[in-house]
């Protein structure tokens, strides 16, 4: 069964950098695509940014060249970083996997992706 565990949330300021992290419990990581959505209060859970197995990447338009996600396959792990945060950027996020090892990209949808973490909390003061 696949776990998936986030950290790296917290409190900061208007233009300051946090990272996220999601590690993955299995063995078959390195097959699995991944991406960070993410849900504000009131609001439908959104696509971030997402990473296939083999390190294509795809992106929500609101992330703007400030988000950048990585993955470490030898450290089941995948990154967010993110940088510039805005007060808008302040929501819960989440890390999902996807096991598709056929298909070249990763889904932006949730609804294609088969496990989820339990979320980090994100806040950004202006």
């Known amino acids: 069964q696949v776990q998936l565990v986030e950290s790296g949330g917290g409190l900061v300021q208007t233009g300051e950098s946090l990272r996220l992290s999601c590690v993955e419990s299995?063995?078959?990581?390195?097959?699995?695509?991944m991406a960070w959505f993410r849900q504000a209060p009131g609001k439908e859970r959104q696509f971030v940014e997402a990473?296939?197995?083999?390190?294509?990447?795809s992106y929500a338009d609101f992330v703007e060249g400030r988000f950048t996600i990585s993955r470490d396959n030898a450290k089941n792990t995948v990154y967010l970083q993110m940088d510039n945060l805005r007060p808008d950027d302040t929501a819960i996020y989440y890390c999902a996997a996807e096991f598709s090892p056929t298909r070249r990209t990763a889904g932006v949808l949730a609804t294609d992706y088969d496990y989820w973490g339990q979320g980090t909390q994100v806040t950004v003061s202006s």
């Open positions: 299995g063995s078959t990581f390195s097959s699995y695509n």
């Open positions: 990473i296939s197995h083999s390190g294509a990447v």
